[in-house]
């Protein structure tokens, strides 16, 4: 059985940091496409990043590029969100996200396996 397990998520003040992780077990996800997408209350559930198996290819939402990295250990079936320069609008629950091989993946509908989420709260 597939399972997607998201941790790092908390409180944090803006302007600071904080690195999400997501373990995946159940099977090797190493040839497919992983990402993090957020749901902020009221609001639909948004791409924020994903990258491609080979870590040759990243994609971030304009909201965080410049201030987020992304990254993955094979090895390890986990990605990794690194959020710096937190601002208050990044409050929402992150979900990680498996995809297919296909590059680039920025849409819900794309992603066959997902993670229960993890809370990221920012205050101002």
């Known amino acids: 059985q597939v399972q997607l397990v998201e941790s790092g998520g908390g409180l944090v003040q803006a302007g600071g940091s904080l690195r999400l992780s997501c373990a995946a077990s159940?099977?090797?996800?190493?040839?497919?496409?992983m990402a993090w997408f957020r749901q902020a209350p009221g609001k639909e559930r948004e791409f924020v990043s994903a990258i491609s198996w080979n870590v040759f290819n990243t994609d971030f939402a304009d909201s965080v590029k410049g201030r987020f990295t992304i990254s993955r250990d094979n090895a390890k079936n986990t990605v990794y969100l690194q959020m710096n320069s937190l601002k208050p609008e990044a409050t929402a629950v992150y979900f990680c996200a498996v995809g297919s091989t296909v590059w680039p993946q920025r849409m819900e509908r794309q992603y066959n396996y997902w993670g229960q989420g993890t809370q990221v709260t920012v205050s101002s």
């Open positions: 159940g099977r090797t996800f190493s040839n497919y496409v």
